[in-house]
């Protein structure tokens, strides 16, 4: 459903101003974000519009490296949720991504639409892994990122890496700040009982600073290890030309502080010293759910007995599992003020959590799936509808508008919907679901407009608001260079 549209986009497209097509980026686009006339033209032609730069609200970044034909089509397997090998005498070019990789993808370097995945691939080696990146994102559409980054690695002292966040393009990776020792649950949200988390005051060490039994390092690691490691945030932002925006999985963050905690009051300290007050280097946070979240705040004494058994049997590594752990995160986050991203795999019973959440003051946004965006050819699934409903539901919760916005924007006000590539490994990727949604919204607003729904400057300006506004505005994210407000 989202490959049938009748344009076709090359690295310099032609006749760019043509009537209703959605470009991402195009003249006519504020620079705040907001869509915006284009000049009237010599003959006195009626101004067009189109999309600001998409605001890719979730994604995991690109790997480095040269791929051949087996470990692209691995990533491919991955991206449309597949297990095993193709069917015989198939690929997994035979698939919606696939397909529109073959489309959109080989003219951004110089190859003719639709050509063989061999050739394509061949392509790709002969330009290299890092070049081919640059001209796929560069002409991807996405003018800002969010990256999913627990702090890939460690400084020489082994810390664990706590710092580094929004990284404007094309430039270093800046670090710094410090985290006060504090309750994770300040007094406008719930609080457990017991209060194991002891008042304390930051120590140097390092570059990082101390709490019982595990130090957390505040120095930035911008490079990442060679081979199949995942771009940094500097490198992404110097590849796509754009900012990068990190956003904390808190999971996989937890796991990083247990690996370098030496006892469970060690552990919980340093969690409460990184989330209270809110890190000064993350847009969001970030959980994934795997199951029913309660109306309240674990208990304090649960707490401290799910975390002790977890590290007295864990081994470094996993992630946390246990629910009032996992609780315990979600809530301290809440508490954080920073937004938080729900990724539900399924549809779990969220509704007691969300109802108690409503006066916090901070904004919940639901994900659902795990994976790109890129590969729901027959429209938006049911998950992501049921996502738009709670939306629509809950004034301090937003939603992804998903593979096909057409259908989730019924579902929910418009404000309450943001574009989200869920790209990871593949370049490609982040390409193929930046231009499925922007020729989802132009024929969107192509039919809205011929059928009397609303005028054409209010269709594109809803259209924006999915595309960028929305995200700019709930992740507190800077306006665009050259523009002269705020975002």
């Given amino acids: 459903m989202l490959l049938d549209g009748p344009q076709r986009w090359r690295a310099d497209p032609p006749n760019p101003g043509r009537p209703g097509q959605a470009r991402p980026g195009a003249a006519g686009t504020d620079r705040t974000g907001e869509p915006g006339p284009r000049d009237r033209d010599q003959d006195g032609e009626e101004p067009e519009y189109a999309l600001p730069p998409l605001v890719d609200q979730y994604g995991t970044g690109v790997s480095h490296g040269e791929l051949g034909l087996g470990s692209f089509e691995s990533l491919l397997a991955e991206a449309v949720g597949s297990h095993g090998p193709a069917p015989p005498g198939t690929t997994f070019f035979d698939t919606w991504v696939g397909l529109a990789v073959r489309r959109w993808c080989p003219p951004l370097l110089g190859l003719a639409p639709h050509c063989t995945p061999a050739h394509y691939l061949a392509a790709r080696r002969e330009v290299g892994a890092y070049r081919a990146t640059r001209l ?238 890129a590969g729901a050819g027959a429209g938006a699934g049911q998950d992501h509808l049921w996502a738009a409903r709670l939306a629509a539901l809950f004034p301090h919760v937003y939603a992804d508008a998903g593979p096909a916005p057409q259908e989730t924007l019924r579902h929910a006000p418009f404000g309450k919907l943001m574009f989200a590539t869920g790209a990871w490994a593949l370049p490609e990727l982040y390409v193929v679901a930046a231009r499925q949604f922007t020729e989802a919204m132009g024929r969107l607003v192509r039919e809205w407009t011929a059928d009397g729904v609303c005028a054409e400057p209010d269709a594109w300006r809803i259209a924006a608001l999915v595309a960028a506004g929305t995200a700019r505005r709930v992740y507190r994210l800077p306006a665009p260079a050259g523009s002269s407000t705020t975002g």
């Fill in 136 to 373: 796929l994102l560069r002409s991807s559409g996405v003018g800002a990122y969010l990256l999913a980054d627990a702090g890939g690695g460690t400084d020489e002292a082994g810390a664990v890496d706590l710092a580094g966040g929004s990284c404007p393009a094309g430039r270093p990776y800046s670090a710094g700040g410090s985290h006060a020792v504090g309750d994770p649950y300040p007094a406008r949200g719930p609080r457990p009982a017991g209060g194991p988390y002891p008042a304390g005051g930051p120590h140097p060490a390092a570059g990082g600073f101390a709490v019982a039994g595990c130090r957390v390092g505040l120095g930035a690691r911008a490079v990442p290890d060679a081979g199949d490691a995942p771009f940094s945030a500097a490198e992404l932002a110097s590849a796509a030309d754009a900012p990068v925006h990190r956003v904390l999985p808190l999971r996989r963050f937890a796991g990083r502080l247990a690996d370098a905690a030496t006892s469970t009051r060690g552990f919980l300290d340093a969690l409460a010293d990184s989330l209270a007050p809110a890190p000064q280097h993350v847009v969001a946070l970030a959980l994934t759910v795997d199951g029913p979240l309660p109306g309240a705040a674990p208990d304090g004494a649960a707490v401290w007995r799910a975390a002790d058994h977890w590290l007295r049997d864990r081994r470094p590594g996993p992630s946390p599992a246990a629910p009032a752990l996992v609780h315990h995160l979600l809530w301290s986050a809440v508490a954080s003020g920073l937004p938080v991203q729900l990724h539900c795999r399924e549809r779990v019973d969220v509704g007691a959590f969300l109802a108690a959440t409503r006066g916090y003051g901070t904004h919940l946004v639901l994900l659902p799936g795990p994976g790109p965006r």
